[in-house]
């Protein structure tokens, strides 16, 4: 299966600034990724589809302008957290689906963790 | 909408005990099941699936049956070790086309004690 990474592993920032999350698919050329967000002792919410050369798919009561996601190569997603607030504090997790994407089976990269102070 | 039901954790065995975690579904068309497990420190990762009704997933001596039935996919092994404790995620295909979107339930975390 695919090998996903993400940087940086951990991130405290400030209130009010921006803070980009990098996921690299490292062995695959993926077209699409997801990106999610994990609230302590809560499940896996779909944020967004990150689509190669075209415009990210936000899920509903997602803020585009506030999150934003360019996929600007088969193997880069970058997540930008603008202007940070402490509710935005989460653990934020890409994936990239499989070969068989209609089965519905991920590659998740190891997650960020985002702190707004 | 679509959406997974599984238990409540926090799960603590004793080493060799037996390991049950519920998970139920609800769903339009006939979705793929997934068992993704997180272990400390590392991102999720694919532990078993079952793609049509009544196919068994197994792997690392994890069992789980597709029960459509009963709508249901829970998750079993037989003697669960140490190195088990993880984070289990109960997961549908929410779509059938190619986008694999994926629906989790909350997690349920189990602690084995040696």
């Known amino acids: 299966g695919a090998v996903v990474s993400q940087h940086p592993s951990r991130v405290i920032c400030k209130s009010g600034t921006s803070v980009k999350i990098e996921c690299r698919s490292l062995d695959f050329q993926a077209t699409t990724m997801f990106w999610y967000r994990q609230f302590p002792k809560q499940s896996l919410m779909l944020m967004a589809t990150?689509?190669?050369?075209?415009?990210?798919?936000?899920e509903q009561g997602v803020e585009k302008d506030k999150f934003l996601i360019n996929h600007a190569s088969l193997t880069l997603s970058t997540l930008t957290v603008t202007s940070a607030h402490p509710e935005d504090s989460s653990f934020y997790i890409c994936?990239?689906?499989?070969?068989?994407?209609?089965?519905?089976?991920?590659?998740f990269g190891p997650g960020t963790r985002l702190t707004v102070l | 909408g679509d959406s997974v039901t599984q238990m409540e954790g926090p799960v603590t065995l004793s080493e060799e005990a037996f390991l049950t975690i519920n998970c139920t579904y609800t769903a339009t068309g006939y979705p793929s099941l997934f068992w993704y497990v997180q272990y400390p420190g590392e991102g999720l990762q694919l532990l078993l699936k079952a793609t049509k009704a009544d196919d068994k997933g197994s792997n690392k001596g994890f069992e789980a049956t597709y029960r459509k039935e009963t709508t249901s996919f829970h998750l079993e092994k037989g003697s669960v070790q140490v190195s088990d404790s993880a984070v289990y995620f109960c997961a549908l295909s929410g779509y059938g086309g190619s986008q694999g979107n994926l629906i989790f339930g909350k997690g349920t975390k189990l602690s084995v004690k040696p």
């Open positions: 994936s990239v689906p499989g070969l068989a994407p209609w089965f519905g089976e991920q590659f």
């Open positions: 990150s689509n190669e050369g075209s415009k990210a798919t936000y």
